[in-house]
């Protein structure tokens, strides 16, 4: 054979080699984005995935939110309401201990108005009611400060008067005008009283 006529077999050879081989690129190709294909799918299925979870735990949380807001709303109006109860009923126990003196107190009073009232069951009486009152005072704190015959005490007494007097020592509280109050322990109303000076020197 001559090399004119081998020559176009060679060179068809060649062609179809070339095609053979851009037919393998292509299909490389193709089989490349195929699986660039595949993989995208697969990237945006776990991405919707992750979106469904992140969008299920968003409205988790903002349940979990909205129910402790609402049991906070709950929480300020019961402390609220607590609050006001106490402010509105906290001399309750006081009062009903009191009311025990009041109804001595319209007893003894109705009895006095009786011309024939005998006077001793009436001052027993006022004792009793005296008693009962001083025990309800005693169970909430309050002390009744009465000097007579003690040193001057400025923090708790208040002087009315001073009385020259040579029997007791000055400054002494000689006779007290109106009894003070302690309310557990602090001052709610001085004593009124009259106190001893010092006797001029004859």
Do not use: C
């Amino acid at each position: 054979m001559s090399e004119q006529q081998d020559r176009p077999l060679r060179e068809k050879s060649a062609s179809d080699a070339t095609t053979e081989a851009d037919e393998a690129t292509f299909e490389e190709s193709a089989a490349e984005m195929t699986a660039d294909s595949e993989i995208a799918e697969n990237s945006a299925e776990d991405l919707s995935g992750l979106l469904e979870q992140a969008r299920a735990k968003a409205d988790e949380h903002f349940e979990q939110m909205m129910r402790a807001h609402a049991e906070l709303e709950n929480l300020k109006r019961r402390h609220a309401r607590d609050l006001e109860n106490a402010h509105k009923f906290a001399l309750d126990k006081f009062v009903a201990e009191l009311l025990g003196v009041w109804d001595s107190l319209e007893l003894g009073h109705s009895a006095a108005q009786d011309e024939a009232a005998d006077v001793q069951k009436l001052r027993e009486g006022t004792e009793l009611t005296l008693k009962m009152l001083s025990n309800a005072m005693a169970k909430f704190g309050v002390e009744q400060i009465d000097p007579i015959n003690q040193p001057f005490n400025p923090e708790f007494h208040q002087a009315m008067s001073m009385q020259p007097r040579g029997d007791v020592p000055a400054n002494t509280v000689v006779a007290v005008v109106q009894k003070g109050y302690l309310l557990n322990g602090r001052l709610v109303r001085p004593a009124m009283v009259m106190v001893s000076q010092a006797a001029p020197a004859s």
